[in-house]
Nanobody, 124 residues
């Protein structure tokens, strides 16, 4: 079983930055791909960013490419999402997720374990 705990969300003005953290339990962390997904009010959950098991490959949604960076720290069993140049349309609940595979995916249905989410609100 994998448990995920997100932190770092909050309220920020447009153009600002936030860093989200996701602490994972279990020794399987280093074997699996990790991802960040988000869900805005009244919308379906959407993919944001993902990183493969080795940390050597990443993939981003077009809407965040060049602004967000995903990374992972194996010593801390933690994955991060650095968000810069934030826009009001980035407002959502952000979820950390584990895909029980070494290969990452841009589809939310491919993720097997989910955190509880952290709210990010960007004011204009």
């Amino acid at each position: 079983q994998v448990q995920l705990v997100e932190s770092g969300g909050g309220l920020v003005q447009a153009g600002g930055s936030l860093r989200l953290s996701c602490a994972a339990s279990g020794r399987t962390f280093s074997r699996y791909a990790m991802g960040w997904l988000r869900q805005a009010p009244g919308k379906e959950r959407e993919f944001v960013a993902t990183i493969n098991w080795s940390g050597g490959s990443t993939y981003y949604a077009d809407s965040v490419k060049g602004r967000f960076t995903i990374s992972r720290d194996y010593a801390k069993n933690t994955v991060y999402l650095q968000m810069t140049s934030l826009k009001p349309e980035d407002t959502a609940v952000y979820y950390c997720a584990v895909r029980a595979s070494r290969i990452y995916s841009g589809a939310s249905r491919d993720y097997d374990y989910w955190g509880q989410g952290t709210q990010v609100t960007v004011s204009s």
